[in-house]
């Protein structure tokens, strides 16, 4: 099960930190990365990193601005947003790959488990 947490209401130019828990069964996942889905949009990649390696991938829009991580003793995963824009507003979604590499899961978006999102909104 995932679970994610963080979201809220802020500013332009704020900054926000979302979190992702895992719970329950035995964690055997090889990645986990990070989709949103804005108002009347696709669910679109955001990032995604190699459990064991640390090795992240991002889309282009989150490049320079948002940072991806994980706390392998509490089996979490960080995504940090700086800089936040307007067009960040979405809801956030958690999700988890067992066997792919990151670029299927980024590319394709087919993960074999996902959270509920969290809803981050950027208005001024």
């Known amino acids: 099960q995932l679970q994610a947490s963080g979201g809220g209401l802020v500013q332009p130019g704020d900054s926000l930190r979302l979190s992702c828990a895992t719970s329950g069964g035995t964690f055997n996942f090889n990645a986990m990365a990070w989709f949103r889905q804005a108002p009347g949009k696709e669910r679109t990649f955001v990032s995604v990193?190699?459990?064991?390696?640390?090795?992240?991938y991002y889309a282009a829009s989150a490049k320079g601005r948002f940072t991806i991580s994980r706390d392998v003793a509490t089996y979490t995963v960080y995504l940090q947003m700086d800089n936040l824009l307007p067009e960040d507003t979405a809801v956030y979604y958690c999700?988890?790959?067992?066997?792919?590499?990151?670029?299927?899961?980024?590319?394709?978006?087919?993960?074999?488990?996902w959270g509920k999102g969290t809803q981050v909104t950027v208005s001024s």
């Open positions: 999700a988890a790959g067992v066997d792919k590499a990151l670029s299927y899961y980024a590319t394709t978006g087919d993960m074999d488990y």
């Open positions: 990193i190699n459990w064991s390696g640390g090795y992240t």
